[in-house]
């Protein structure tokens, strides 16, 4: 079976095509991304109308690469995939909408995925880790541990309270002048830094849920730089390092809920995994490996370019879902909210009485 996927919910414009091979393997024909990094970068942030229309410029460009590379044609397609939400709602509006238009012209099933389904079943794609496992997504606009139990059966252990844990990394980085996205320049910053020259706050640390809150983090660090300015090189690093010491204590506090969460509902995970850009973080990544070793799992994380937003992942959640015949109509609304949660499922009551 071959989906082409089609992401457009932030600031890349990306299409795939994958190949599903029946027994929940699969492999990556193309991955084209397009990222519009530098159009934003001058604002220090994503602006959705200036995504909206880089989505429109770009679309059918990136589309006729992923099938160019894949050396396959649209015809040959057995499923087109879009990203239906959650996202900026004018790029969502882009990809779903031609995802609709080449479906309704092919005769082709449309499948209207999930952007952080697409993130939870990444690892399916990678390698091959069977439900149920434990998700943490931590990406600039999200902060989630789910389980992950089955397509279209998730459930939230945790989130955050206010800030995703990307987009405190951003603006910290915004606050010490350093450029965007801020993850990378923050942890490159922190590596000739002091992680415990600064007392800042673990927020939630010992709660028995798995949620999060990083505002207070953010705004004793920026009292802390008021406190010291004018900041010489090393007290950026310093405050760099000590913020993200900070936040790897809470990640690996908050998965400790998480898992403990995960046991008493679901049963052990098969693998705790993880997704989103802030994974790159090797802190952090130190953080997850302990929480993964202590309750004896496994810990999967895929390939940097699979973890951040891309078009593969949503072509292989439309491959999972389509194999349960889990096909959308075309006029499925594009949502800019969509919880997990909400997603629909393989109903096997439904299926049965359907069959009858
Ligand atoms: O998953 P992603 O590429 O895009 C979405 O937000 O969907 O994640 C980007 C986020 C940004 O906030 C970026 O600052 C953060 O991930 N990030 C990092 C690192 N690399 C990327 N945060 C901390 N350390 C990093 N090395
Ligand atoms: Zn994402």
């Known amino acids: 079976m071959l989906v082409l996927g089609i992401e457009t919910t932030c600031d890349e414009t990306a299409a795939a095509v994958v190949e599903w091979r029946g027994d929940a393997r699969g492999g990556i024909l193309s991955n084209v991304i397009l990222s519009q990094t530098a159009e934003h970068e001058v604002f220090g942030g994503v602006v959705p109308e200036i995504a909206a229309r880089a989505h429109v410029e770009a679309i059918d460009h990136v ?98 309270m206010d800030d995703a844990i990307g987009e405190a990394f951003d603006k910290t980085a915004k606050l010490l002048g350093l450029g965007y996205p801020g993850g990378p320049q923050v942890e490159q910053e922190a590596k000739r830094g002091n992680p415990s020259r600064f007392a800042l706050p673990r927020p939630m640390l010992g709660r028995d849920d798995a949620n999060f809150s990083l505002s207070g983090l953010k705004t004793a660090l920026r009292l802390e730089a008021e406190r010291i300015a004018p900041l010489s090189d090393q007290d950026v690093a310093d405050l ?33 995994v993880a997704a989103g850009g802030v994974a790159a973080n090797q802190t952090i990544r130190k953080a997850l490996h302990r929480a993964a070793f202590e309750v004896g799992t496994a810990l999967v994380v895929p390939p940097p370019e699979l973890c951040t937003d891309n078009g593969a992942m949503i072509a292989w959640a439309g491959a ?37």
């Not at 913020?243 to 809470?250: G, I, K, N, P, T």
């Not at 690996?252 to 509902?265: S, V």
């Open 63 to 160: 589309i006729a690469k992923a099938l160019a590379d894949a050396g396959q044609s649209l015809d040959r397609m057995d499923g087109i995939a879009a990203a239906a939400g959650p996202g900026l709602i004018g790029g969502v509006i882009v990809g779903l909408t031609t995802a609709k238009a080449m479906a309704l012209v092919t005769e082709k099933p449309l499948i209207a995925v999930n952007h952080l389904e697409a993130h939870a079943l990444t690892a399916r794609l990678t390698d091959g880790t069977p439900f149920p496992y434990c998700l943490f997504l931590a990406s600039g606009g999200h902060t989630q541990v789910v389980a992950v139990r089955g397509v279209g059966d998730y459930v939230r252990l945790g989130t955050t």
């Open 240 to 272: 760099c390092a000590s913020f993200q010491q900070a936040v790897a204590d809470v990640v690996l506090d908050r998965l400790r809920a998480g898992l403990k969460m995960f046991r008493e509902r679901t049963g052990a995970p098969t693998a705790l």
């Open 320 to 356: 999972e879902r389509l194999w349960l015949g889990l096909t959308d109509p075309l006029d499925f609304m594009p949502r800019a909210r969509w919880p997990l949660e909400e997603v629909r499922g393989w109903d096997k009551a439904a299926a049965t009485i359907q069959r009858k």
